[in-house]
């Protein structure tokens, strides 16, 4: 069946460093790909998505690109701050049995340091 | 934005109790409503789906008596989870989208999650 495999964490960076959260998948259709965000206390969120391959997904200084050739959507910010400390799972969306629903990666934790 | 909130956030019961958590969404009108669950370290599992009004759709391997969905109103979504054992401790999150049968060209909402110990 469909599945997300994202790196596994913990993640620990200083303010200001660059991220990448790697994110493979694996599908039998034509899945949309979404990066979804936890912050503490709270329920996910929906970061950014892409629905065809080349599509690049962008929102608040993060982005990734929907690689069909290397089956990857990895996240990536060019300068991260304290306040992107959550969880961060990489997800996929497919038809199955004529509905559409969401695989998700284990999840991602990202600590930022001041 | 769009808010759903789950009650209670954490809850711990004796085996053989039932356990109900509610599920609702606070500014929108929720078609459809997801049921997951999680399990330390491990990816958000999807149990069910559910439209208001109509019976949920359980996903292979769920126990349809044992998680009791029900979806009354476009507001709220129960989850009981019926004779719980300490297998069934886990977290357990919903979502809420405006849209039908699930299609995501309706975002979904998520709750902050429910905590269940099973003693």
């Known amino acids: 069946g469909d599945s997300v495999t994202q790196m596994e964490g913990p993640v620990t960076l200083s303010e200001e460093a660059f991220l990448t959260i790697n994110c493979t998948y694996t599908a039998t259709g034509y899945p949309s790909l979404f990066w979804y965000v936890q912050y503490p206390g709270e329920g996910l969120q929906l970061l950014l998505k892409a629905t065809k391959a080349d599509d690049k997904g962008s929102n608040k200084g993060f982005e990734a690109t929907y690689r069909k050739e290397t089956t990857s959507f990895h996240l990536e910010k060019g300068s991260v701050q304290v306040s992107d400390s959550a969880v961060y799972f990489c997800a996929l969306s497919d038809q199955y049995g004529g509905s559409e629903k969401l695989v998700f990666g284990k999840g991602t934790k990202l600590t930022v340091n001041p | 934005g769009a808010v759903v909130s789950q009650h209670p956030s954490w809850v711990i019961c004796k085996s053989g109790t039932s356990v109900k958590i509610e599920c609702r969404s606070l500014d929108f009108q929720a078609t459809t409503m997801f049921w997951y669950r999680q399990f330390p370290k491990q990816s958000l599992m999807l149990m069910a789906t559910s439209n208001e009004g109509s019976k949920a759709t359980y996903e292979q391997g769920v126990e349809k008596d044992k998680f009791l969905i029900n979806h009354a109103s476009l507001t709220l979504s129960t989850l009981t989870v019926t004779s719980a054992h300490p297998e069934d401790s886990s977290f357990y999150i919903c979502?809420?989208?405006?849209?039908?049968?699930?299609?995501?060209?309706?975002?979904?909402?998520f709750g902050p999650g429910t905590r269940l110990t099973v003693t």
């Open positions: 979502s809420a989208s405006e849209g039908t049968s699930g299609s995501f060209s309706d975002e979904q909402y």
